[in-house]
């Protein structure tokens, strides 16, 4: 799963939080094909883990801003 960051920053919360789960399962899922020897592109780890960075970084500003405005 690979995603920009200006693609992530035209979703909203909610289509954020679905890629961040789905991001995570596919993330198990690579985790445990290395653990049974089926995973060969081990790059594939790597890009998971980055892009679940991105959307909990993008999300986390969201949930920030959302917070600074309710304070106004």
């Given at each position: 799963?690979?995603?920009?960051?200006?693609?992530?920053?035209?979703?909203?919360?909610?289509?954020?939080?679905?890629h961040l789960?789905?991001?995570?399962?596919e993330l198990m899922r690579?985790?445990?094909?290395l653990a049974t020897g089926e995973l060969t592109d081990h790059t594939q780890i790597r890009f998971t883990r980055r892009s679940i960075a991105r959307l909990?970084?993008?999300?986390?500003?969201r949930m920030q801003v959302e917070e600074m405005e309710g304070e106004k």
């Open positions: 799963m690979k995603i920009k960051t200006s693609e992530i920053r035209t979703l909203s919360v909610g289509e954020i939080q679905k789960n789905d991001a995570r399962e690579l985790r445990f094909r909990e970084t993008i999300l986390n500003e």
